[in-house]
Nanobody, 124 residues
């Protein structure tokens, strides 16, 4: 089974940037579409971004479009989320996830494996 470990979260001021990383093991990384989700206190888990197996296709939630960039390095079994122009409403626990047999999923139920999450806090 696939294991995912996120890193790179932390505290940043509004307008700042962070890059999250997710290292995968236990499977053939290029067989999985990858996604990022986030969950703030009292809210449902929210889709953020997804990337196809090859990395050629991406999709973003409207709330992060133009500010966040998802990418992957299949040689390193790693997916990234570059976050720019961060705002307090971006504060959440961020999770990476892996999906088999689905091209570019945006729903959490379509993902098969999940990381433990990493906290991102944006101060004003």
């Amino acid at each position: 089974q696939v294991q995912l470990v996120e890193s790179g979260g932390g505290l940043v001021q509004a307008g700042g940037s962070l890059r999250l990383s997710c290292a995968a093991s236990g499977g053939i990384f290029s067989n999985y579409a990858m996604g990022w989700f986030r969950q703030a206190p009292g809210k449902e888990r929210e889709f953020v971004a997804a990337i196809s197996r090859s990395g050629k296709s991406t999709y973003y939630a409207d709330s992060v479009k133009g500010r966040f960039t998802i990418s992957r390095d299949n040689a390193k079994n790693t997916v990234y989320l570059e976050m720019n122009s961060l705002q307090p409403e971006d504060t959440a626990v961020y999770y990476c996830a892996a999906a088999g047999r689905v091209a570019l999923p945006t729903s959490s139920g379509r993902y098969d494996y999940w990381g433990q999450g990493t906290q991102v806090t944006v101060s004003s």
